[in-house]
């Protein structure tokens, strides 16, 4: 993904008064936020803890933490998605349902299940068609998930889920959908990305930086990155925090080096998550030089104060992952 002049290019990986439907939140357990920072072999034991207390969301997120490290589905993986699965997670339902696509069968080493895969998907359908045909947004997403049907993703969409919205941008973006005249793709492109940022997703709103760098819009480039800032996702905090401390100054953010380093320190809490740890510390020392010590201090505090009020700093990757 292209961030805006690509300050971040080797990381890029992917809250507004929320005017759609957001994807739905997951609870911030201690495991699920190391998940989301990339941090796998410090959220397994959290995770599994949390799974074995009747944690739905962290049963889910350790079979994915599993599955990521070992690069297929595992006994232990498939083990703690049936477990989500019975317990209800329709997240789980898919991925069992797509194990055909997995490595392991590739291997020929897939582990038996109480369900086959095309069972798994059909009883997520059963459980879901009744709130999607009441036009329920993420219930309609999920059955676009589990059937491809780009109808039930443009329903999704039209009924306001944020992440619905994304993709229907970066599908149109990418050539489906029919527009005859020249110009139409990328205006609902924009579009879709316009409602998606609206409805508070942070791959959206980088996106739609993009979009509105490229049209030399900066009022509304500073508008859109602050806010994206104030999601938590790392891209968006190193982006807001470099400009706004004139390292460079590109958008015409008022000088605030306080700030702006702040947000640098709480990056450096990620290590080198999604392999940022260099430009991290480089950029904080760039700032740093431009301080006093005074200011380097003061600094501390803020970013202990937006790190209590402000969602944890996460990269933001897909819930239904590769």
Known sequence: MRIL??????????????????????????????????????????LEREALSGNIDSQYYLAEALRKRNRYMTPEAQHWYETAAVN??????????????????????????????VGWLTHAKELLL??????????????????LDRAWLENSANAGYALAQYWMA???????????IPGKRDASVKKWLLL????????????YLQILFEEGDMENIRHWLAIAAETGDQAAISNYGAYIAHTPNKVGYPLDLIKGYALFTLLGELDDSGGIGRYVERKSEEIREKMTPAQIEESKILAEQWKATHPPLSFFPDKLGN
């Open 5 to 46: 002049t690509y300050i971040l290019v080797a990381t890029a990986i992917i809250t507004a008064d929320a005017t759609s439907a957001s994807p739905q939140e997951d609870k911030a357990t201690p495991g699920v936020i190391l998940y989301k920072q990339l941090k796998l072999q410090s959220a397994l034991p959290l």
């Open 88 to 117: 209800g997670s329709i997240y789980a339902m898919i991925q069992l349902g797509r194990k055909n696509e997995d490595l392991c069968r590739a291997m020929d080493n897939c582990p038996t299940s109480a369900k086959s895969p």
């Open 130 to 147: 009744a709130k999607a045909n009441n036009g329920d947004p993420e219930s309609l997403y999920l059955m676009y998930e589990i059937t």
């Open 170 to 180: 970066v599908s149109e973006r990418q050539g489906e959908g029919f527009f005859l």
């Open 196 to 207: 998606s940022s609206e409805g508070g997703y942070p791959k959206a709103i980088m996106d």
